[in-house]
């Protein structure tokens, strides 16, 4: 492992130099720069942060700290669930959000550059505004697209339109030497070598920094109508999941949850949507789907007929949301799951594996049997559509050392289990610092000593957000 | 209980255009929706019928043919028949005219569904803003009102009307029958469920023209029986809202006042 070097005056008037007025130093440092929103998987202040404005800037930067061995780490909003951003070795942090600009759209090409500290709120509205979509739609919009691009940010929409991945045709990257260069094009298709850009969307900040991005854009659909639909218990609502895509139903996006996680984010919000109880009978889980297209007419004979299936495999009823207000009443209860949780737990967990559609109800039972074995309380819910279930391990009252003992044995379990299912260990939130050790268990040695190698081929020196994804400290 | 809801089809948008020649609204190319005071109206009668199941909720709209979306809107959430009011002589009817044409429809709908006990209406139309249309009703029908409703209860021969006033809110009773118009309550709609969407796409719409009004004075209908004339419209510039200080004690007002100024650099 590297032996870095600590930030001297000298090297902070260098930095100064290279960042003239954006270069900020011990306890002036924002103490958000330490962490992202998993504390749990440990934080650490910066010796200097710097709010870059530029491509050049960030090169400049880069040059200091390569020929110095200072220890970089890139962070957008800081809203990550893996530890991703935290400078375990302190150093420098480059923060992208002041480079939040939408420069150009092309749209004959379907096709928008932006800077990485752009929030993808922003876009998702302003792309609106031109009459596209920008489908990427991780939970968290406040995010920046740089993180969503660094992590490969799913979403609710990633059923019918993928990750953050299939939206990025080109980008300007800064590499750990100072070094600018340009990957991949605003083409369709391509077969020229390796795709660089590929590697850097989910790289976690670990092989460079993205600095510009050019992004595909869709069509923006005209009808949007999104089906509720509660049932008595998790079983029934998950084994009808498969049936959305055998009989063609393509749902835009395709959500299960359990009574209780719901209730945490209703009284997060401070208003109650969902129905509780249908005619006497006690809800226990809910399926959510959203269908998309050009004209109401054309959803509504695929709408009746998903009900029908629905109806048929036990959904207690089935409730439509066609208008902007129920629109966003039933999806803003759905977004603010981790919020809700997050608010009623002090020590918290979470694992994002991601499984075969039709091995979830298995895993999910797996899971529910497994938690019994432990202290603290387990609450979870997925995107339903493409087998990518969040599972949290909460506790108010454990002492923290027994609770990551217990969390450890916990994810380990189910991790092992997602991999016999023929899963990943992550579906969205990236492997960051918080998940390297299961990475390494589910990769193996092979895979492992390619994916460090791609990482010293960019990375010489392993200054760039050291310790995260296939490097441990 | 027999309720009759009042409904009018809306521009989704508060930032209506209009024709500067003929001074009235146009709707080309804008989504229309339920006028969303109106949908609390529906919400309030669908939560009397939801204690009192043998309640019948009728709907009521007066417009051209495309207001038959808004009433099939209200049909997927609680209604259980529903009544387009349209007729070229219709057109270009002011509150009074429009109050006028509804209350003889009222008359028309109760000659087939039987007396209403209730009327009730959102207590504005979010493209006019008048908030005259639901008292004008109750005038011509000569029944007793209640305005900004928030929430209501049945009991014995009254309701029991929660409405809003200006600071606070306050409990009124009102002997049936009566015309209540509603505001914004502490809670939304109703979903509509996925059957009743589908029974309400195929639900027969009743139309009533000036044919089938048999009391009305057409004289009273239209334009020429609207005495109000629009000289002019326009949107008026947003307000900022404003902050409301009110702190434990006048002192703690006062510095909290001295505080939001200073911050904002006035003094």
């Known amino acids: 492992m590297a032996n870095y070097n600590s930030v001297t005056p000298e090297i902070i008037a260098e930095l100064e130099k290279a960042a003239h007025g954006h270069v900020v130093t011990g306890a002036d440092v924002n103490p958000d720069y330490a962490k992202d929103e998993m504390p749990i998987y440990g934080s650490r202040m910066p010796d200097v942060s710097i709010d870059a404005t530029s491509t050049e800037e960030v090169s400049a930067i880069m040059k200091v700290c390569y020929e110095n061995n200072i220890p970089v780490t890139t962070r957008g909003a800081g809203t990550g669930l893996a530890g991703a951003c935290v400078p375990i070795c302190g150093g420098v942090v480059i923060c992208t959000t002041k480079m939040n600009k939408i420069l150009s759209y092309d749209l004959d090409n379907f096709a928008v550059t932006v800077q990485p500290g752009v929030l993808l709120q922003t876009l998702a509205d302003d792309a609106l505004k031109h009459g596209c979509m920008y489908p990427p739609d991780p939970g968290e919009k406040l995010a920046t697209l740089g993180g969503n691009v660094s992590t490969n940010a799913g979403g609710m929409r990633a059923v019918k339109y993928g990750a953050t991945r299939d939206y990025v045709r080109a980008m300007t990257v800064v590499l750990p030497t100072g070094e600018i260069v340009h990957f991949g094009a605003t083409v369709s298709k391509t077969s020229s070598g390796y795709s660089m850009t590929n590697l850097m969307c989910g790289s976690e900040g670990t092989l460079g920094i993205i600095t510009e991005m050019t992004l595909k854009l869709i069509p923006a659909p005209q009808a949007t109508i999104s089906l509720m639909a509660p049932f008595e218990d998790l079983a029934a609502c998950i084994s009808t999941v498969p049936k959305f895509f055998k009989r063609h139903f393509h749902p835009q996006a395709l959500e299960f949850f359990e009574k209780e996680i719901l209730v945490s ?186 994916q460090q190698g791609i990482k010293k081929v960019f990375d010489p020196k392993l200054i760039l957000n050291p310790g995260k994804v296939c490097y441990r400290l | 209980m027999n309720i009759l809801v009042c409904v009018k089809q809306v521009p989704d948008t508060t930032e209506i255009k209009i024709d500067p020649k003929t001074n009235t609204l146009i709707r080309d190319g804008v989504p229309s929706i339920v006028n969303p005071f109106d949908g609390y109206a529906l919400e309030a009668a669908a939560r009397i019928k939801d204690k009192n199941p043998d309640t019948k909720i009728v709907v009521m709209s007066m417009g051209p043919s495309q207001a038959e979306a808004a009433l099939r809107d209200c049909l997927a959430i609680a209604a259980d028949k529903a009544y387009l009011v349209s007729d070229r002589a219709f057109g270009g009817s002011d509150t009074l005219a429009t109050s006028y044409i509804l209350s003889s429809a009222v008359k028309k709908i109760e000659e087939l569904e039987g007396k209403f006990d209730a009327v009730f209406c959102g207590k504005q139309a979010i493209d006019g803003d008048t908030a005259q249309v639901g008292p004008e009703l109750a005038e011509h029908l000569g029944y007793p009102q209640v305005t900004y409703g928030l929430e209501v209860s049945l009991e014995d021969d009254s309701l029991h009307v929660l409405r809003e006033a200006e600071d606070g809110t306050e409990i009124i009773g009102v002997k049936l029958p009566c015309v209540v118009t509603f505001t914004k309550p502490s809670f939304d709609p109703r979903f509509p469920t996925i059957k009743r969407k589908m029974a309400a796409r195929r639900a027969k719409i009743e139309q009533l023209s000036a044919a089938d009004l048999t009391t009305i004075d057409l004289t009273r209908a239209g334009l020429k029986g609207s005495p109000t004339k629009v000289k002019k419209s326009f949107v008026p510039p947003r307000k900022e809202a404003g902050v409301v200080i009110k702190e434990a004690t006048p002192e703690d007002s006062a510095h909290k006042l001295f505080q939001t100024l200073n911050d904002a650099h006035v003094i």
């Open chain 1, 265 to 450: 984010s209703e009284e997060y919000l401070g208003k109650q949507v969902f129905p509780r109880k249908i005619e006497g009978t006690d809800v226990g889980a809910y399926l959510l789907v959203t269908f998309d297209g050009d004209t109401q007419d054309e959803l509504d004979p695929i709408v009746e007929k998903a009900a029908e299936m629905l109806l048929e495999d036990g959904a207690l009823d089935v409730f439509v949301a066609d208008t902007a207000p129920k629109l966003k009443d039933i999806w803003a209860a759905r977004s603010s799951f981790l919020d809700g949780i997050e608010e009623q737990t002090k020590l918290l967990d979470e694992c994002d594996v991601v499984v075969p559609v039709n091995a979830i109800a298995e895993y999910v039972g797996f899971v529910a049997d497994v938690k019994k074995k432990f202290d603290f309380s387990v609450k979870y819910f997925g995107h339903a559509g493409d087998g990518n279930l969040h599972i949290y391990a909460c506790s108010n009252d454990m002492d923290p050392k027994e609770f990551n003992k217990q969390v450890d044995e916990f994810m380990s379990a189910i991790y092992k289990k997602a991999m016999e299912l023929g899963g990943q260990i992550s579906g969205e939130h990236g492997i960051g610092l918080g998940k390297t050790k299961y990475l390494a268990e589910a990769l193996g040695p092979v895979n492992i000593r390619l």
